[in-house]
């Protein structure tokens, strides 16, 4: 192998445009292929998102309506067919708290946890949480089981 044998890689070598603004001509001078005048013919032009020439955009032109509650508090919701499978699945026995949740991934350690009703629960257990339906709490309490709220 010697220096003039050596070229680049296949396909990494991509010079096929040719070279704008390098004099009249190469055939791509003078404006430089961009026209003339206006905020694209200009150096440092970009586009906001959403821009359409001028046009009312659509976010602007699509009605606003509802409203959103800045304060609403969001849950993490699991339910309790969900803790039946972590029990057959053996991965918990008869405590289920937000810390094993989190280690099972089916929480985050800054959100908060809430325990719907839907499925059944077989066997006892002592579940943390931070609420729970009224569903989830009568059949968690009607197996024999405990529910702390953190």
Do not use: C, W
Request: charged share 25%.
């Amino acid at each position: 192998m010697s220096l003039n044998n050596l070229k680049p890689a296949q396909g990494s070598n991509n010079n096929s445009t040719k070279r704008l603004g390098r004099g009249e001509g190469s055939g791509k001078g003078g404006t430089s292929t961009r026209g003339h005048k206006g905020a694209k013919s200009r150096s440092g032009y970009s586009k906001k998102i959403g821009f359409e020439g001028g046009q009312m955009p659509l976010q602007r032109r699509v009605p606003k309506f509802g409203f959103t509650n800045i304060n609403r508090t969001v849950y993490n919701v699991i339910n309790l067919d969900t803790l039946q499978n972590l029990v057959n699945e053996k991965k918990v026995k008869k405590e289920i708290t937000f810390d094993k949740l989190v280690e099972l991934g089916l929480a985050k350690s800054n959100k908060l946890v809430k325990i719907l009703g839907r499925g059944t629960l077989e066997v006892p257990l002592k579940v943390s949480a931070h609420k729970f339906s009224s569903t989830a709490k009568a059949a968690i309490e009607g197996v024999g089981g405990e529910i702390i709220k953190i």
